[in-house]
């Protein structure tokens, strides 16, 4: 047989093997897809058992599955130390832009990092192309090593971050240490930083950068009585300063009115950039534990007072928020000043630069504020392009059309290689972690290219099938064909209306809610125990069933009327606790109906704009607003009308004790 005759044949059967697959996997689920599903849990129970011999057997038997990669795999992962470079490279490379090959890679590289083996991770480093932050650490660890000291330009905001972090940001931050690009004006405000947040060791040894040498034992005895040093400390040195940052802060974290009370004498005599790193530690502190010491204005006056001495990009956004919960408006200016080019950007910032102008009088401010809130009501229609539409006297009639994939695009979907590992894995009940990890690479990669049609398929698809919550992935990451219906599923939507509607709440608000907490996954359970659809707590169901006058049935939350039934009518309770207001009622929802209350206003009432943004807990502030901006596009879908959202966010009153 000639050349020619064998490439033909070869292609036509295997373009024929193509065919009789996708027919099997999709439309009869077939033996090939049982025998699939046979071998690939059997080689993970290999893999889980450290089953190395057996693993090779699957990678033999399982070469030509869609799922093939996975016993090769998790051979290479079960010794990824003392693989070498060229075994993670060679898997890459035959398995060009997979999920599991970029996550080996990225794996490879922390774990040489671990070992300080920088040259061996480095010819890995193309192959990482989706790094978390730890991996994004360990990454640039190994780019500095490796002759690249220009990385540590990018990573300031590690340097100077003093919350939680992972390990290798840890270490990166050593390493910048010794590095020529940080200033000593760089090291101060790391070292007060550090101080600040009472970290004793890693302060020391940022001191030591510097040419101070802080003394373990004399921060260990400061810690033990801080305000007691504060009254009888030095003031005449580097190191004296120093220690009265370190001691201002222990004060504030344990007693901020102590702080704030003690902090003009402090400041007696000291140079004005160290009066106003003083005044930044304390403010830094009453902005970070709201929670516990409720919302002062002395906080933001001392943020005020800092003004003048850099401020992190963590503490310009601190400030941005109190100053936001306050009205105080030129502070807002001031703060969103201070912030970094990327954070100015934001959608964020750029509405409260606009609301900031909004307020002053003069003519040019509000012409000033109406270009940023015409810039953002065009860019999207996400919670603060909608709040900016508002401002602008624009109401939100209808979503984009409604785009539908063509035959061609669900063709492409059966050929995708990243789609089909997804669909394969989730029909063949794999562990969520790698179903979902390959899917959300398969949306990457679609998005990457701008392949809208691609991504409407999966969305299609994926609804079709009921699995809600992965189609919203994909519909959400459109570029210019756009399709709401999949973006905001609306399943079991007679359920959803009518137990809303029994219980006087907007339908659209609790199909807001539920595609927040649950993505409309029937099954979802939460680290804290919450439940099904709308993430019912047992106790809370336990209240909610009481109230109704039933028995209470843990199984039963499991079904989707119930679920919804006792959701709804927990939601409507909240918002009649809570002044009848949908944005303390979707805070409570989250965050516990005392803890929304705790957060109203003392003296007059505040705007829901303000309320929502000075949130302290970073996952309730963006659950309400996504749950508000949800609510509108639910609105339109359930064909309510125009929307405002202003209208389904009236001001947060007084809180009465």
Same mark, same amino acid.
């Given at each position: ?60 038997? =399982?070469?030509?599955? $869609? ?25 890459? +490379? ?5 999920? =599991? ?5 990225? %794996? ?44 540590f330009a990018e990573y300031k905001d590690v340097w100077l971050t003093t919350n939680s972090q992972p390990e290798s940001c840890h270490g990166l931050g050593r390493m ?9 004006? *760089? ?65 504030? %974290? ?11 004498? $402090? ?28 919302? &002062? ?40 000043? +201070? ?24 003519? +040019?401010?509000? +012409? ?13 229609? %996400? ?85 809600? *919550? ?9 570029? &210019? ?32 809610? =539920? ?43 499991? *079904? ?98």
């Amino acid at each position: 047989m000639q050349v020619e005759q064998i490439r033909w044949v070869s292609r036509y059967f295997y373009q024929r093997s193509i065919k009789i697959y996708l027919l099997s996997f999709w439309a009869l689920g077939s033996s090939a897809v049982i025998a699939a599903e046979q071998q690939f849990n059997d080689a993970l129970r290999a893999a889980n058992a450290g089953n190395i011999s057996q693993l090779q057997q699957y990678s033999a038997s =399982m070469q030509d599955d $869609v799922l093939g990669y996975y016993p090769e795999y998790w051979t290479l992962n079960s010794n990824l130390a003392t693989q070498p470079a060229n075994a993670i490279i060679h898997f890459a +490379q035959r398995y060009p832009n997979a999920a =599991m090959s970029e996550k080996l890679a990225a %794996d490879f590289v922390e774990e040489k990092v671990k070992m300080a083996a920088f040259s061996d991770a480095q010819p890995v480093l193309p192959y990482v192309t989706n790094p978390d932050q730890a991996e994004r650490c360990a990454v640039a660890q190994v780019r500095a090593k490796t002759g690249d000291e220009l990385v540590f330009a990018e990573y300031k905001d590690v340097w100077l971050t003093t919350n939680s972090q992972p390990e290798s940001c840890h270490g990166l931050g050593r390493m910048m240490l010794s590095s020529s690009l940080l200033t000593s004006s *760089d090291r101060q405000q790391r070292l007060y930083a550090q101080l600040r947040a009472g970290q004793s060791g890693p302060a020391i040894a940022t001191a030591q950068s510097i040419g101070l040498n802080l003394s373990l034992a004399q921060l260990n005895q400061i810690q033990a009585n801080p305000l007691n040093y504060l009254w009888t400390a030095p003031k005449e040195s580097l190191t004296d300063y120093a220690y009265l940052v370190f001691a201002l802060g222990r004060t504030a %974290d344990s007693d901020l009115n102590s702080a704030l009370q003690t902090l003009p004498r $402090v400041q007696q005599g000291l140079p004005t950039d160290v009066q106003k790193y003083l005044s930044r530690t304390v403010a830094y502190i009453g902005g970070t534990t709201v929670m516990k010491n409720n919302f &002062n204005i002395e906080v933001l006056n001392q943020f005020d007072a800092s003004y003048g001495v850099p401020f992190t990009e963590e503490e310009a956004e601190i400030y941005a928020r109190q100053a936001i919960r306050f009205g105080r408006w030129n502070s807002v200016l001031l703060a969103i000043e +201070q912030m970094s080019v990327t954070q100015k950007q934001e959608d964020r910032w750029q509405y409260w630069l606009a609301r900031a102008y909004d307020a002053r009088n003069d003519a +040019q401010s509000k +012409q000033t504020a109406q270009g940023i809130y015409q810039k953002l009501a065009n860019a999207g229609d %996400d919670y603060h392009n909608l709040l900016a539409k508002d401002h602008l006297g624009q109401r939100y009639y209808q979503s984009p059309p409604a785009e539908q994939p063509s035959h061609s695009d669900l063709q492409r979907l059966d050929q995708d290689i990243h789609f089909r590992r997804a669909f394969t894995l989730r029909n063949i009940n794999a562990p969520a972690s790698y179903v979902n990890r390959e899917w959300n690479w398969a949306v990457r990669q679609a998005y990457l290219k701008h392949d809208d049609g691609l991504l409407l398929a999966a969305a299609k698809r994926a609804t079709e099938m009921g699995w809600y *919550d992965r189609a919203i992935y994909a519909a959400e990451r459109t570029s &210019n064909k756009h399709n709401y219906a999949y973006r905001y599923a609306t399943p079991h939507q007679t359920t959803v209306v009518n137990h809303s509607r029994n219980v006087g709440i907007d339908p659209a608000w609790a199909y807001g809610l =539920m595609r927040q907490e649950s993505r409309f996954v029937t099954a979802a359970r939460s680290h804290v125990g919450a439940g099904g659809l709308m993430q019912i707590m047992p106790n809370t169901a336990k209240q909610v069933a009481r109230q109704m006058g039933e028995s209470y049935n843990p199984a039963a939350l499991t *079904d989707s009327n119930t679920n919804i039934r006792y959701g709804t009518y927990y939601l409507s309770m909240i918002q009649n606790q809570l002044s009848a207001n949908p944005v303390l009622a979707t805070a409570g929802y989250n965050a516990g109906p005392n803890r929304a209350k705790r957060w109203q206003p003392d003296t007059q009432s505040l705007a829901a704009d303000q309320y929502v943004e000075a949130i302290p807990l970073a996952e309730t502030r963006d659950y309400v607003k996504n749950v508000m901006s949800n609510a509108v596009h639910y609105g339109i879908l359930l064909q309510q009308g125009p929307q405002v959202i202003e209208s389904r966010m009236p001001n947060i009153p007084v809180r009465f004790q």
